[in-house]
Structures are given as structure tokens and as C-alpha cells.
């Protein structure tokens, strides 16, 4: 295995890791990219690792030196002569619950190796040959006709019988597992029939089904828990990844790393956040297709409708690469006299977010890009139900460049929401959910003193005028609410006669497609879990049991190919009214609520008693109802002749009533003021070396070269301490001249007590009043002092 020439023997970079095994492994496959070994040199097992290089440098100095006038030959070197230590040496500690790792001396008293296979490192027994050992030995095989098989297979094996009978040993204390260095010799053709890794991947997407890593302080780590949730494809039911649910000490690990970035991240400026904001919108973009293709995968929405929730995710990316202006404080000048005033946007530490799968690519990009470009750093908790696209945009947020531990993912469920929700480190808290869960975030997180900001309640309404174009109206609703792996919820109301308009909307529904979200030219794919298809049974046969019309049932379609997928076609509900209980909350499926009204205003009475209030349209021909519509309606976001009213980011997103909780709303300006907190600077400047006209006083701690020192004595004072007016002689402990306010009753004594005066403070030897006006020059007390006309060519006043 041969090594690049240019090695450097560098040491590993310092950092933190989550265990010992953990930073052993990044230390031991750093030192083999460097031509060296590391080798454990000390150990306290949950205290402190010491890490030394494994290759000496030169030999001790045994020999004898040779007397040259004997010709004494030097003694023999002894075969117990040994290697000089390498000065080399790493500390890993255990500080806080993670392992930081310090190199305590980072240099080599010898050449970097040039075949790695040179070193006794490179004689253990891969995966493979463990189990075949194993096996082997279970045969009766002594060690040596074990290692002569292993040899046929792989006739550069450099092990020898004691390493079959060390690994034999592990193998009686049912230790099965090999060591997690990294091999140091590479796996030839002859070993079994893998092919050989041509990538250079993490060892997370090598294993299938993978399990997906946490990110805690730049690295992607397999977590430590032995427990996880399987992710499958709602088409197939095939697992297509593991989700484990991270343990405290792991998720105190990523606040840990969160809240160490933060001191350097906040003061990186602005315009190097932009700029890798600008690298990761071009990454994005880049891997456009990849992302489409893990949110069907694992979500089950349509390609089409995958790639439109990257696209808005790209949007809100475009965003915070504004950032220099979004982030611009006010300001006021002279707001007082020769006083300014100012307030400027400073981060707020550690903030997470907490995503659900209902659009895998756009929320955590509704949180974390404008979060970070603040100067915050992020902890993010994906959904466990679809998590690549989050892990994977991480990924490319590293690739732009984002400092380690600015950005960190943690899996998990419920006990990692309320660890977030807790935690005393985390400043603010976003979520994008259902009602329950959503206010469930915000109680407990509001408790704890944090700043929320929660979207739940996806309930929108459209109302359809008797004027509106129908082929136009009914395209834009039938994409509306069934597109999307239909993870919107819909009530249309018809005002005036309906009959027509339904009968249109079965027949546009009815040729609807709905297959696997891969497969070309679909229009639905299937609902995320077989628990959600379930309870959109359950819900449709409350609306018919409540008196609803059920037009269109969709419940019982099966797909060829995939009939184990979680369909739900088409469904369409008329006749339905205010009371009845699915249509208070969501639904969040293929299935649209059809209600009457007899007038626009009854209409609008409808949107308004709802408690959410997510977003309201209007499909009309007629301003005048439009306008009434957009002033009465109590909706957050208004849509005119659109069914999607969502606004783009440059504007914030605004959901109100029950539909958004918290302090204020997700991206654009007031995106910004939630990931800042305002900090307002007063401040005045006054030039007190300027050509005002002033009286000074020399200090007593002031020599006087000989002459008579100036003193003054005030009435003020009983004692016959010498002291300025209105200051303390300490005022004046260096040689500088300040301004001293007088009043003409502090001046009793006639003793020809002098003052000396600077002679710009006259400009002419006409003579003018020291404070012409009681405004001019005021004592401590704000009193104006005002003293007669002195002779300007003068410079000195003797009373």
C-alpha cells in the first residue's frame, strides 16, 4: 500500500468528539494518510487517552565509543536495543460529556513510512477473515491450517499464528467485533467476491439499509443507541433507512459544539456567511435531482412535486444571502443636542429547529440558513419519517464551507423535543407541525423562557364566486388540494349555485393519476404511512355518517405493481357544514371538503369562524368582491385567483389565528428580527480641547517648577483641603488642563489666588467676558458662573 510522496506527517486537527473509540478511530485514519501510527500510550478509561506515534525514530546509543589507539572494535549492537521514542504525542480528554482532543507535542523524529504494510498494523484480520476464523475454528482447525486457508485466499496476509490465537481468544468472550482503526492494507480481488470501494463515502451509506448519522461538530456519526425506527418507502414498504433515537449524552454533545462555534461564527462578518450562503444555493441546485429523489423515496410525494419543495427551498436560501441588508439596524443622528442614537441586530446563541415530513427540503430551510447567516448556530431535529433530504442538505452546508459545529443534526423522537425544549443553552425554538404537537413545543418551550415561532394548522380556504373562470378555477384547485402528497388541507366554498362546479371537479379528479412518485406522468402518489392512510378512512366515514355526500371515494384503490402501497385516490365530500368535526381540524390527504353559501359575506362569515387561519382565496372575475374579500377575510396570507397563496420569501409568511403561535413569523424581515435581538447604542462625543472659553486648574500633584502653585478655595467646603470646584483634587492626578465652571460666590478671599488662563481664550485685547451668557459655562450643580470683562492682554486674575 503506497503512500503519497509528498506526506508531511502533520497532526490530526484538534476538535471533540462523542466517545473515546470515536476520536481513537478520526486520530488512528488521520496518521495512516500521514505516513505514521498511533498507538495507545496511556489510558484512563473515562478519563484521558494519551495517543503516542507507533514507528520510533532512531536507535538508542548502546555502543561503547572506539578507542582508537587500541583499535578496540565497538561492541556488537544487542538485539534488545530498541527504538528512540517518537516525541509525538496526543491528548484526549474527557471534558463535559465529550472527548476534546489537544496535541500536546506534533512533531516526529523520523521519515514518514513509505508502505504502510511495512508495520505490524497491517497484519490484523479484516471482517471477512474474522468470521472465517471463526467458522474455521468451530471446524477443529488448529491456527495454523487456518492461517495456511487464509493464505490461498490472500497470499499477501502478513498475520501470523499468535494473531489467530488472539483473535480465537476474543472469540471464546464472544467478542465477535474488529477493531475500528482503519485497515491499513487494502482488500485485493482475491479476497471473496466484493468489489472494492471506488468512492470515497462514509461507512453510513455503505451498510444497507444505512442508518442515518447525527451531525454533531462537523462530523457524521453513528449513534450510540441501539435503538432506531425503520424509514420505508410509502410505494413499497421497503426499508430504505434506519433512524436511531439519539441518546442525552449525545444531544448534549451537539449543544455543546453548537454553543463552542457560536463565539467565533457571530463574529465572522456578515458578507463570509453570504458568500457561503451563495456556495450552498449553488450545491443545492446542483444536486436538485438527488434531493427530489430522496424526498419520494422516503415521503412518497410525485418527483414533480419533490423538486417544487427543493425549488422553495432554494427560494429561502436566495433569501439569506441578502442577509447584509436584512440584518442593517437604524439609525438617528443628533437625536439630542451632539447625541446619537442607534440599534443594531446581534444573534441569539444556540437555536434549533424541529421539522416535520410534510415537505422534507423547505422547512429546514425555512430555519436554518437565515438562523445561521444571523450569526446564530443550529441544532436541527429532522423528522424521523423522512430524514435523508435534511441529512444530505447538512452534508452540502459542509461542503460550502460552514465551520464545524455551527450546524448539527440530532435524531430522535419525543425526548429529543423536550430536551430542546429545556435545554438552557437554546435561545429560540421553530417548528412546523400538526396542532397537537405544535402546541405542545410551544408550552413547554415558552416555559422555559425561549423564543417560539410555530406553523401548525394547514386548514385554508376557497371561495369560488358564480363569476370566476371555471376551466382556470378548477385547474388551480384540483392542484391545490391533492398536490403536494396532498400535505394540504382544503375547503372550497361555493357561493351561489354548485352543481355545475362539483360535477367539473369529479370528472378533473376522477383523471387524476395515481402510481408510485417515480413512476412518469403520475399525479398522486401515496400517503406517507399505512397510521395516516387509516385515519383518512376513519375521517371520510365521519363526514358520511355526520350527512355529507361522498361524490368521489378514493379509500380502496390499489395500484398495480404496488400493492402494498399507502394509496388513497381522490376523494371529494360535498354537502358539508360548519359543525361537523373533521372539518374543525386537518386532514392532510386526497380528499377535498365541498361547502355552499349563499353570499360572499356568508362566505366570508365561514373563513372567519374557523380557527385557523392559514391561508384564504377568492376565484373571481369582479374587483369590487375581491377587494371586500382581501379587507374582511381574517386569514393570514390572501390569495386572489390562486389557490396557494404563500408569499415568497423577500415577504414573510404570515399564518395567523391558530395556524401560527408564537413571537413572530418564519423568514423575510420579521425572519430576521426572530433570530436577533435588538440592541439599541446611545452615545455623545463632546471636542473638549475646542476654542470654547474656559478656566483651568493645575492639580496639587502638579510640581509647579518654582512658582507659587494656584489654588483655589471654595465656600463649599468647610476645611482648608485645596480642591477644584465641584471636582476632587484626584480629577486632576495627571497634567492635563480641564474646564472649570465658577460661580461668583465661590470667590471670598482677596489673597491674589491666580488662575491661569490659555490665550486663545481671548483672541483680541479688547477684553471679553469669561461666560457672556448663563448658558455659556455651567459648575457641577448647572449653575452659570459670570465673572466681569478681563484685560485679554492679561493672563492671569488676581483677586
Known amino acids: 500500500m503506497e503512500l503519497s510522496d509528498a506526506l508531511q506527517m502533520l497532526p490530526p486537527p484538534p476538535g471533540s468528539f462523542i466517545d473515546r473509540e470515536e476520536l481513537i478511530q478520526h486520530v488512528g485514519e488521520f496518521a495512516i494518510s500521514q505516513g505514521y501510527v498511533v498507538t495507545i500510550k496511556q489510558s484512563k478509561k473515562d478519563k484521558v487517552v494519551v495517543l503516542g506515534c507507533d514507528r520510533g525514530g532512531v536507535y538508542r546509543d548502546r555502543r561503547k565509543s572506539i578507542d582508537e589507539a587500541s583499535g578496540e572494535h565497538a561492541r556488537k549492537r544487542k538485539s534488545g536495543s530498541r527504538l528512540t521514542n517518537c516525541p509525538f504525542e496526543l491528548v484526549g480528554k474527557k471534558e463535559d460529556g465529550l472527548w476534546v482532543l489537544t496535541v500536546k507535542n506534533g512533531s516526529h ?149 453548537a454553543k463552542r462555534a457560536f463565539s467565533s461564527w457571530r463574529n465572522t462578518p456578515v458578507t463570509t456567511r453570504q458568500r457561503i450562503m451563495f456556495k450552498l444555493h449553488e450545491l443545492i441546485r446542483r444536486d436538485i435531482d438527488k434531493l427530489a429523489s430522496i424526498i419520494t423515496t422516503e415521503q412518497g410525494k410525485t418527483l414533480k412535486d419533490a423538486f417544487n419543495d427543493v425549488s422553495r427551498g432554494i427560494e429561502l436560501v436566495e433569501n439569506a444571502c441578502g442577509m447584509a441588508m436584512l440584518q442593517m439596524g437604524d439609525f438617528v443622528s443628533n437625536i439630542s443636542n451632539g447625541i446619537d442614537s442607534y440599534s443594531i441586530r446581534e444573534p441569539l446563541g444556540v437555536c434549533a429547529g424541529i421539522c416535520s415530513f410534510s415537505f422534507p427540503a423547505m422547512i429546514p430551510l425555512l430555519m436554518f440558513p437565515i438562523a445561521i447567516t444571523c450569526g446564530n448556530t443550529f441544532i436541527l431535529k429532522p423528522s424521523e419519517k423522512a430524514p435523508g433530504a435534511c441529512v444530505h442538505l447538512a452534508e452540502l452546508a459542509m461542503e460550502a464551507g460552514l465551520p464545524n459545529g455551527v450546524l448539527n443534526i440530532v435524531h430522535g423522537t419525543n425526548d429529543i423535543v423536550n430536551a430542546i425544549c429545556d435545554d438552557d443553552d437554546i435561545k429560540s425554538v421553530s417548528n412546523v407541525g400538526s396542532d397537537a404537537p405544535g402546541m405542545y413545543v410551544h408550552a413547554r418551550a415558552s416555559v422555559n423562557s425561549k423564543c417560539v415561532q410555530i406553523h401548525v394548522g394547514a386548514r385554508s380556504h376557497a371561495v369560488v364566486m358564480p363569476d370566476a373562470n371555471m376551466e382556470a378555477s378548477l385547474s388551480a384547485l384540483v392542484t391545490a388540494g391533492l398536490g403536494s402528497s396532498v400535505q394540504r388541507c382544503m ?99 386526497p380528499v377535498l371538503l365541498c361547502m355552499q353559501a349563499a353570499t360572499l359575506e356568508e362566505a366570508i362569515s365561514i373563513v372567519n369562524r374557523n380557527k385557523h387561519g392559514s391561508g384564504a382565496s377568492i376565484f373571481t372575475s369582479s374587483c369590487a368582491a375581491a377587494r371586500k374579500f382581501q379587507n374582511e ?49 446611545t452615545q455623545q462625543w463632546k471636542d473638549f480641547s475646542g476654542n470654547g472659553t474656559s478656566a483651568t486648574i493645575m492639580s496639587n500633584d502638579r510640581p509647579n517648577n518654582g512658582e507659587e502653585q494656584n489654588t483655589l478655595q471654595s465656600l463649599d467646603f468647610a476645611s482648608n483641603d485645596v480642591v477644584s470646584l465641584g471636582l476632587h483634587l484626584r480629577d486632576f492626578s495627571n497634567n492635563e488642563v480641564v474646564s472649570l465652571p465658577l460661580h461668583p460666590n465661590d470667590i471670598h478671599s482677596r489673597e491674589g489666588v491666580s488662575i491661569p488662563l490659555h490665550s486663545k481664550d481671548f483672541p483680541s485685547s479688547e477684553g471679553e467676558s469669561l461666560a457672556e451668557h448663563s448658558r455659556d459655562i455651567l459648575n457641577s450643580d448647572g449653575i452659570s458662573s459670570g465673572l466681569a470683562s478681563l484685560d485679554g492682554s492679561q493672563w492671569t486674575l488676581n483677586f
Do not use: C
Not at 497484519?123 to 495456511?148: H, S
Open 633 to 681: 377575510v381574517e386569514s393570514g396570507q390572501i390569495g386572489i385567483n390562486l389557490a396557494v397563496p404563500t408569499p415568497l420569501p423577500l415577504l414573510s409568511f404570515s399564518g395567523s389565528k391558530a395556524s401560527f403561535t408564537g413571537d413572530t413569523n418564519f423568514y423575510g424581515k420579521v425572519g430576521v428580527q426572530f433570530y436577533t435581538q435588538t440592541k439599541t447604542v
Open 491 to 589: 375547503a372550497i366554498i361555493f357561493v351561489g349555485g354548485s352543481k355545475s362546479w362539483e360535477d367539473k371537479l369529479v370528472e378533473r379528479a376522477k383523471a387524476l393519476r395515481v402510481d408510485a412518485g417515480t413512476e412518469p406522468g403520475v399525479d398522486i402518489g401515496p400517503v406517507i404511512s399505512k397510521q395516516v392512510k387509516e385515519r383518512l378512512s376513519r375521517v371520510v366515514q365521519t363526514f358520511v355518517d355526520n350527512g355529507a355526500q361522498l361524490v368521489l371515494d378514493g379509500r380502496k384503490i390499489v395500484v398495480p405493481r404496488y400493492e402494498l402501497g399507502n394509496f388513497v385516490g381522490p376523494t371529494i365530500l360535498t354537502d358539508v357544514t360548519e359543525d361537523m368535526e373533521g372539518y374543525k381540524g386537518e386532514i392532510l390527504g
Open 109 to 257: 523524529n523520523h521519515e514518514p513510512m513509505k508502505d504502510i504494510s511495512e508495520h505490524p498494523s497491517a497484519r490484523r484480520f479484516n471482517e471477512k477473515e474474522v468470521v472465517l476464523i471463526k467458522e474455521m475454528t468451530d471446524a477443529g482447525l488448529k491456527p495454523r491450517q487456518i492461517l495456511k486457508r487464509l493464505r490461498q485466499s490472500n497470499p499477501e496476509l502478513l498475520s501470523t499464528p499468535k494473531h489467530v490465537y488472539n483473535i480465537k481468544a476474543k472469540l471464546r468472550q464472544g467478542n465477535t467485533t474488529v477493531r475500528r482503526l482503519k485497515t491499513l492494507r487494502p482488500l485485493t480481488a482475491a479476497e471473496g467476491n466484493s468489489e472494492p470501494s471506488t468512492s470515497t463515502e462514509p461507512s453510513w451509506k455503505k451498510r444497507y439499509p444505512p442508518r442515518v448519522p447525527n451531525l454533531i461538530g462537523g462530523r457524521f456519526v453513528n449513534s450510540q443507541s441501539s435503538t432506531s425506527i425503520d424509514v420505508l418507502n410509502p410505494a413499497t414498504q421497503q426499508v430504505v433507512a434506519q433512524v436511531p433515537l439519539s441518546t442525552v449524552e449525545e444531544f448534549k454533545a451537539a449543544v455543546f459544539s
